[in-house]
Each structure stands twice: as C-alpha cells, then as structure tokens.
C-alpha cells in the first residue's frame, strides 16, 4: 500500500477526501483537518519555534563561555537565514548554529525517505547517509523523528550493517542520543521481533549485543524471555547475555581510542553505558546460573567468569556431567579454549 507525506494543509485535506486518509504517515506542524490527522507525526516546525528556541540557546551558550559574549540574537539569525544551510558556512561566529540547523534539515530528510519509500530506499541510500563523521548529528535526528515505528528499526539497522562494514560507530551515536522511553521501546521492539522470527543461529542477537552495548538492550532481553515459552529460543537469548559481558567488560575501565565523535563527551557517555548494560547482564545470568536448561546454565556460567570463577567453575564441572552430549561438548570446548583447570 503507498503511504503519504503531506506538508501542505489544503493536500492533506484533499488526501482525507479522497480517502486515502489510511494511507497518511506524516504531516506539517499546519496540518489540522480532519482532526484525526492530529495524531501523525508532524515532520516540519514554524519558524518562530525555531527563532525561540534560538533565543533560549544564545543566552545559556554565553553563560556557559560556548557562544562569543557578543553575539545577538537578529544578526545572528539574518546571517543563518539569509545562507544556503546546505553549504559550509564562511562566518566562523555563527558556523557552528549553521551546522546544528543543517543537521535537522537532513535528519528530517532522512526521516522522510524512510516514511515515504521504506527500508528499499535506504539500503540504496545507505553509504550516503550513514558514512561521514558529519552525519552522526543527523542521524540521530531520523531516528528522534521515525521513533519505534518499523521504518525507525529498519532504520536503525541499517546503520548497524553499516558499522559492520566500515568499522564505524554511527549506530552508537544514533540510538546514544535517543530519550530514554525511546531506547527502551527501541530495543524491546527489535529483540521481540528476533525472537519471533526464530534467530536460533543467534545472529542478530550477537550482533546487537556487539555494536549496541546499552543497558535497555540488555533489559529487553531479559523481558523477552517469556516469549521463548517452548524455551528453543532460551540458549539463544543466555548466549546473547553472555556475549554482551564478554565482548565489553574487559575495556570497562580503559580508555576506548577505537570510538572518535565529534561530541567529546559521547565517549565516556558511551563507557558508562557500557557498565550499566554488563552489571545489568552480569545480574541475568546470576538468575539463570543454577538453571535445569543446561545450555541456558553453561552460557550463564561463560558470561559470569570474570565476575566469580569459582561459582562458574563449580557450575563448569557439574555441567561436565550432564546427561546431554552437547553440554558435555561445550563444556570440554570451553575448558581447552580458556585453559581451565
């Protein structure tokens, strides 16, 4: 079915008219009949809310040493205005302002190719939009806008292929700069459905562990539980858990040189996150480290080594002895990999 992007009140009214009013995804910030039509996201903002919110940001800017003490608010704005926000701006004292607009003229683009074409549009557009320091602002911006609808997790994971391929940290940045409520809706939304389609080779799970180390990311996880009720997803979701310790424990306290942003303090942001999600795991496998699912207990003990050796390896050996050939197996492997005694 086409869907529709509608900034223009008298086209949205003619588009309900017609009857295709289903067929709406977004409208502008004018666009108020039929009343229904109120409940879409609106996709565009009126001027003076641009021009009061930058009277708010001038004045804490100055306070804060950020912004020149001389700068003023109509010059300021002519200067922003006047230019093709496209362009690199040539006056140092408002480049900065200049690049902050920019960057929600291209989130809401971004935002809008996904509404209008889908996921299709995206992966053509993918090295466009996702590579290049200077997209990070604006793509946290698309994701803000396309929120936890299935445009914004198709979204969402384009940016994580596209770290995958260039070693970048575009989806970090994006889903860091999200409101609480919206990563936690994110994350539950994308783990759900994983576990609907039956990821049993688990690897969307490892990869959204790897390059997502968030604590609500861990929490779906663990909410998502109840949705492997014949328990063949369990292992998949225990392993996933225990990757995520894994994978991000050991540079918990070291400074992480692999991630560059243009926020510098993103980085550390991003470290505090990263504890949050393994104590948040590392509690997790705790529950599940006496399991009677052997496996779902083997990835429990894994992800808890570090923490206590000695109740993993107890649980190790018992587990050596399991009545399922597999277990034993990995058990063994286990032990000649980490050289366990």
């Not at 003023?72 to 480049?95: G, M, P, R, Y």
């Not at 509404?115 to 290049?132: P, V």
């Not at 929120?147 to 770290?163: A, H, M, V």
Request: proline share 2%.
């Amino acid at each position: 079915m086409p869907r529709i992007l509608s900034l223009i009140p008298s086209s949205t009214e003619i588009v309900c008219a017609l009857g295709f009013e289903n067929q709406l995804i977004g409208r502008s910030h004018e666009c108020d009949f039929p009343s229904s039509v109120q409940k879409l996201s609106s996709c565009t903002a009126p001027k003076f809310k641009v021009e009061e919110a930058l009277l708010e940001i001038i004045p804490a800017l100055k306070s804060k040493g950020i912004a020149n003490s001389n700068m003023e608010f109509t010059s300021t704005w002519k200067k922003i205005t006047s230019a093709n926000i496209l362009k690199e701006s040539k006056d140092s004292s408002v480049e900065w302002l200049h690049q902050l607009i920019r960057d929600y003229f291209l989130g809401a683009e971004i935002a809008a190719i996904c509404f209008t074409e889908g996921k299709k549009s995206i992966e053509g557009k993918r090295n466009s939009i996702a590579f290049g320091a200077r997209w990070d602002m604006a793509n946290t911006i698309a994701l803000d806008i396309l929120g936890d609808t299935q445009e914004g997790i198709d979204f969402l994971w384009r940016l994580i292929d596209s770290d995958i391929e260039s070693n970048g940290n575009f989806a970090v940045s994006a889903f860091e700069g999200q409101t609480l409520n919206l990563k936690k809706s994110l994350s539950y939304s994308i783990v759900k459905a994983v576990i609907t389609n039956g990821d049993y080779e688990t690897i969307e799970l490892k990869t959204l562990v790897t390059l997502l180390p968030f604590k609500e990311v861990a929490d779906s996880i663990d909410e998502n539980f109840y949705n492997a009720l014949d328990n063949s997803m369990l292992p998949c979701l225990m392993e996933s858990i225990a990757l995520m310790v894994i994978e991000h424990k050991q540079n918990l306290y070291a400074v992480d040189n692999n991630y560059s942003y243009q926020n510098p303090f993103l980085s550390e942001a991003l470290l505090n996150g990263k504890r949050q999600a393994v104590k948040r795991c590392e509690e997790v496998l705790g529950r599940y480290l006496r399991s009677s699912h052997d496996i779902a207990s083997f990835y429990a003990a894994k992800g808890l080594w570090e923490l206590d050796r000695t109740a993993s390896a107890i649980r190790f050996r018992e587990l050596s002895n399991s009545k399922d050939e597999e277990v034993r197996s990995m058990v063994r492997d286990l032990v000649d990999e980490w050289g366990i005694e």
